[in-house]
């Protein structure tokens, strides 16, 4: 098994790979490990990771960390499932299993096809290319009025005062969800998201707390949307159906519209923010970069993307074998955790040159940031439209911002979260 192979010299210590643990969070602390990616694409490409003293359910798991096995994996959903293992009582996409039929299965991106291509259809014009232009002015405005808000004052925390809120305010207009209730809900995901108070497959008060008060916010406005209708996204799937097993129509299940609710909530807001403060942090570092996009318009297309790539801002998502299955030789078994890591694939050698350098020219620039294939983000192209404006605003207003302090992190292993990053406008 590749787990005892390669041994490093790392200090004045030889190190095995045995001894990187992806579930001790401390690992991540001051960012994505990249050292051990590196070393693990270059020795162990699937890689058997042991269960630790950290690792949720005492059980093992395999760690994907090259391009081409992931895009090979990302491309057959029947052997590698969103959802579980034939029967399995629990599966989805986290390092921990979640327990079938309450999130594993009835989370759209922890579903199968074809319950998951039936009920994604539904929303996907609302994030369509043309749904999306007709909101370009309107993301703008909103734009401008949270960069002025805080160029008055100099400087301010990038991440809490302008990152976070562009994408919770999109994702809150295109849920119909009011205004005013968007900080309330970004406390509730940040509180079920964030492993400061507690490990990896355990729960905090708080974060329990949290997860009820979600719940019960999703469930009245779930209600009222039924009810009163409207043309967002909440409107739409609420009232909708999808086709049974038999052939039939039937509406999605009250749970499956709660946990649609908290995942768009969760994806649309959780990611994005990320993506521009670790950007905007990337073009702080390469003020060659900077410059160029203020001088050449044609690179921003190809910035959007190396932003993407550079901040990969959701570092794994699990599958699971449902059969054996080889994958670069090494025997996966049917029930195996398959774990892939986008933030590896993105500074993979064989894929792209000088992965370390952040280049806004970068072209082609294949990146995995928002997965592969048949669970690929929904809320790309809200993503990319996200970015480019909030970047676009802050050329227009600052000749270069700068860093205050060192960037302040979650703990956790599953998304490159960012807690605080205070800059100054120059
Ligand atoms: C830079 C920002 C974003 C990143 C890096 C990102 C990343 C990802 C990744 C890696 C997946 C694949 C998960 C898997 O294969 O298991 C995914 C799926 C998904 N994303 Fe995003 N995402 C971003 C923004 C958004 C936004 C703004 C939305 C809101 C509309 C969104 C909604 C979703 C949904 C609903 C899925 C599940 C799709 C499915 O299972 O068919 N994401 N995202």
């Not at 007709?134 to 909103?142: D, F, G, P, T």
């Not at 974060?207 to 469930?219: D, L, P």
């Not at 064989?350 to 970068?362: A, K």
Request: hydrophobic share 45%.
């Amino acid at each position: 098994m590749w787990s005892n192979v390669g041994t490093h010299l790392e200090g004045s210590q030889w190190v095995g790979l045995d001894d990187i643990d992806l579930t001790d969070l401390a690992l991540f602390a001051e960012g994505f490990p990249h050292d051990s990616f590196t070393r693990l694409r270059h020795e162990a490409p699937v890689w058997w990771h042991e269960a630790t003293s950290h690792t949720p359910d005492g059980t093992g798991f395999w760690v994907v960390s090259r391009h081409a096995e992931m895009q090979a994996i990302g491309s057959d959903a029947d052997a590698f499932s969103s959802s579980r293992a034939p029967d399995a009582s629990g599966g989805g996409t986290l390092i921990e299993d979640l327990p079938y039929g309450f999130a594993a299965g009835v989370l759209l991106n922890m579903m199968d096809d074809p319950r998951h291509h039936r009920i994604r259809r539904l929303v996907t014009p609302a994030v369509a290319p043309r749904a999306l232009a007709r909101l370009e002015a309107e993301l703008r405005a909103r734009t401008a009025t949270i960069l002025d808000a805080v160029a008055a004052r100099g400087g301010c925390d990038f991440l809490v005062d302008v990152a976070v809120e562009l994408p919770l305010q999109a994702i809150a207009m295109l849920m119909g969800i009011p205004h005013e209730d968007r900080h309330d809900l970004m406390a509730w995901t940040n509180a079920t998201l964030t492993y400061d108070d507690r490990e990896l497959g355990s729960r905090s008060v708080s974060s329990e707390q949290a997860a009820a008060a979600m719940a019960a916010y999703g469930t009245a406005l779930i209600e009222r949307k039924r009810a009163e209708g409207g043309d967002d996204i909440m409107a739409t799937v609420a009232r909708a159906t999808v086709e049974d097993e038999n052939g039939g129509l039937e509406p999605l299940s009250e749970l499956e519209l709660l946990m649609f609710f908290n995942l768009l909530i969760a994806a649309g807001s959780e990611t994005t923010r990320n993506a521009i403060a670790l950007g905007m942090a990337a073009l702080i570092d390469h003020p060659g970069q900077w410059d160029l996009l203020r001088h050449d318009l044609s690179v921003w297309p190809g910035a959007v993307e190396e932003i993407l790539r550079w901040s990969s801002p959701t570092l794994y998502n699990r599958r699971t074998a449902t059969r054996d299955v080889e994958v670069a030789g090494q025997e996966i078994g049917a029930g195996d955790k398959v774990t892939l890591w986008w933030a590896s694939a993105n500074r993979d050698e064989e894929v792209f040159d000088d992965p370390f350098t952040f280049d806004v020219r970068r072209s082609p620039n294949p990146h995995l940031a928002f997965g592969y294939r048949s669970h690929f983000c929904l809320g790309a192209n809200l993503a990319r439209l996200e970015i480019r404006i909030m970047l676009e605003e802050l050329q227009a207003r600052f000749e270069r911002l700068s860093l205050d302090a060192p960037i302040e992190r979650f703990r956790t292993n599953k998304h490159a979260g960012v807690k605080h990053m205070f800059v100054t406008f120059h």
